[in-house]
């Protein structure tokens, strides 16, 4: 289980497989175990790295009072340093897609490509009031009912909300991994995130790397609309519309792994 120290801060991180590096850019409040079924993919071909952001996982929280999406950008390209890359394809959801493009514009020379996923450049003020509420009502609720009550509709079809099967297998996942997201280290991703919101129009144009945005055609928390704006920033971005909602990392992964892989195959050395 490794770590590295990353601008002072102590930061879990893990790799897997061999070949051109991909790094895997988590969303707000998520450990990198989430991108386990990416993971599982990607890594037959690819050496795929993942990295737990400040204040969630196994990475320490520290005595900062929010985390900025430069710093936590900064964090990436430190893990680059530290692992002896130059050059990674980089991919993020969410929260991670705002870190992902961050990236790319404080050291483009980093980012052999980028693939954002469910993410935004400039989110709406219901898309704000929600990451509020879900600051707010962490520090009052079981982790049991964050996960019930306040993240699940957000993150998962009708379709999948329905069965009360697949409902129950997520929770149980999401509840036995030993590392829970505390609300402190939600809050200071979401103030960080919050205050990044919007202010890097002018950058996220002049990204040169190549470029797909992909979002799940029923995400209501980070709409489509939201990534064909963005993609319409992005020269020569590609946008793609997938089944599932924000959660289509875990939904629709063969879908996803899938647009991935034919993205990065098609990346010229």
């Known amino acids: 289980m490794p770590f590295a120290t990353l601008n002072g801060n102590r930061a879990h991180y893990e790799t897997y497989g061999q070949g051109d590096p991909v790094l895997l850019v988590s969303g707000l409040g998520g450990p990198a175990v989430g991108w386990l079924l990416q993971v599982k993919d990607l890594s037959a071909r690819y050496q795929v790295i993942t990295l737990d952001n400040r204040g969630v996982g196994e990475t320490e929280r520290g005595d900062l009072p929010s985390y900025p999406t430069a710093l936590l950008a900064d964090d990436a390209a430190a893990l680059l340093d530290h692992l002896g890359v130059a050059r990674a394809h980089v991919v993020g959801a969410s929260m991670g897609g705002t870190i992902a493009m961050e990236l790319a514009i404080r050291h483009p020379k980093r980012v052999r490509s980028l693939s954002i996923c469910c993410s935004w450049a400039q989110g709406d003020a219901r898309f704000i ?108 971005a590609r946008f793609r519309i997938l089944p599932g909602a924000h959660a289509f990392l875990i939904e629709e992964a063969p879908r996803l792994n899938g647009a991935l892989m034919d993205f990065l195959k098609g990346i010229k050395k």
């Open 129 to 236: 009031d929600v990451l509020r509420s879900w600051m707010a009502l962490a520090p009052h609720l079981s982790l049991e009912d964050r996960f019930r009550h306040v993240l699940f509709p957000w993150l998962y079809t009708p379709a999948f909300l329905s069965d009360e099967a697949a409902v129950a297998e997520a929770l149980k996942r999401s509840l036995a991994y030993p590392h829970p997201t505390t609300p402190e280290g939600l809050t200071r991703q979401g103030q960080g995130l919050i205050a990044w919101n919007g202010t890097r129009l002018k950058e996220i144009r002049r990204i040169k790397a190549p470029t797909q945005i992909l979002v799940g055609k029923d995400d209501i928390l980070t709409p489509p609309a939201f990534s064909r704006a963005l993609a319409g920033m992005i020269p020569d």
